[in-house]
């Protein structure tokens, strides 16, 4: 196949390393809007996202002898476009779309060359609608969940997975079933109409609650954080408020993630390892961010009876953006925010939050008691935050030989190279 867009190819290939880079960076960066775009033009999900896997391909052959474009999200759209194209042919369905398509993409192939490469901050409709496709009532919760974060998030199987504590396999049959599902109930590539906004809020919410978590501590893989991430789930909740500005929960998401990002500049060092809150260099925390996130959570505040979820967990944000230190933070006031999170919105995650909360309060003893409960329940099993943490509250009480046992266990369990590798040097650490 000829390349769509050689006039914004390299002059010199590439080698292949630095090929397969390129693609998974544009990848990484760009799917959700390239899979929204594609479903746009064919409306099909599925066929979407399959014509996108192919371009992808695609890439990974030609861009090392070809080299890699300037605009590598448009090659793969395009290439995608064409791949759609060639399929209508084949089945002779040359109707007024293949039509519509081709002309469409012959006029982006005759601007490519002016056009600069796409900006990851510009507002992009089509993955909102992508969002609310995905969000689909036709759809479980944790049918949604899953093909939101495969499709919008590009998280493979294994790191849903490992995000939700479930086997490979059921989350693979999530997605599977959820893409039957919607070309079975023939659902529109379109935004609902405002009357159908409020019974999606909730999922819609809670899958770039999702996404957010995921760039502010990636699951697996070489990078400790994926900031792209965790700033385009951002950009997307800022849209999803400017479409329902009197929705307390929306503004409450948007003021825990402006609050929770302040703090992404000095999360990584220099060489991307991972900087803890206790060691971070708290002049590098963005204001910016920390003065809209709470006028995000204040506007909440008059939108509601009181704080939900979102709202909670943003005060509890809110708290550690406006302390000097570890030591001035009021931890006090982030316990009782963790047990009225606890009461309406209990999970094991929120129980292992407030022990080192209470920790921090009170000392480390009674929040390993509240630690050794969690154990020996079996809620969190497999989950590498809960022997991480009492690791670090064993230490605290001297008791180095169990604290390093439970660093190793951590270490075990963790997916994240970099994190694993803090860990395995903290249960060394003599």
Known sequence: MTDP?????????????VAERAVAAVWRIESAKIVATLTRVVGDFGLAEDLAQEALLDALQQWPVEGVPRNGAAWLTAVAKRKAIDGWR?????????????????????EAADAPPWDPDAVDDDVLRLIFIACHPVLSR?????????VV????????????????????????????????????????????????????????????????????GPDWMRPELGLEAIRLTRVLVALMPRERDA???????ELTAARFPARIDAHGEPVLLADQDRRRWDRARIARGRAALATADTL???????????????????ASSVEETDWDRIVVLYEALGRIAPSPVVELNRAAAVAMATGPASALQILDRLASSGALAGYHLLPATRAELLRRLGREEEARSEFAAAAALAGNDRERALLEAKAADR
């Open 5 to 17: 867009h050689s006039s914004e190819t390299a002059r010199s290939a590439p080698d292949t390393g």
């Open 90 to 110: 084949r089945r002779e369905r040359l109707d007024d779309r293949m039509a519509v398509l081709a002309h469409d993409l012959e006029r982006e192939q005759a």
């Open 142 to 150: 944790e049918a949604q969940v899953a093909l939101t974060l495969r």
């Open 153 to 220: 998030a590009g998280l493979s199987s294994e790191q849903i997975a490992r995000a939700f504590l479930v086997p490979t396999a059921t989350v693979q049959q999530r997605i599977v079933r959820a893409k039957k599902t919607l070309a079975a109930a023939h659902v529109p590539f379109d935004m609902p109409g405002r009357d159908e906004h409020a019974s999606r809020l909730g999922g819609i919410l809670g899958v770039l609650y999702l996404i957010f978590n995921e760039g502010h501590a990636a699951s697996s």
């Open 251 to 257: 503004h409450s998401l948007l003021a825990l993630m």
């Open 304 to 322: 509601g009876s009181g704080r939900g979820p979102y709202g909670l967990q943003a005060a509890i944000a809110e708290c550690h953006a406006l």
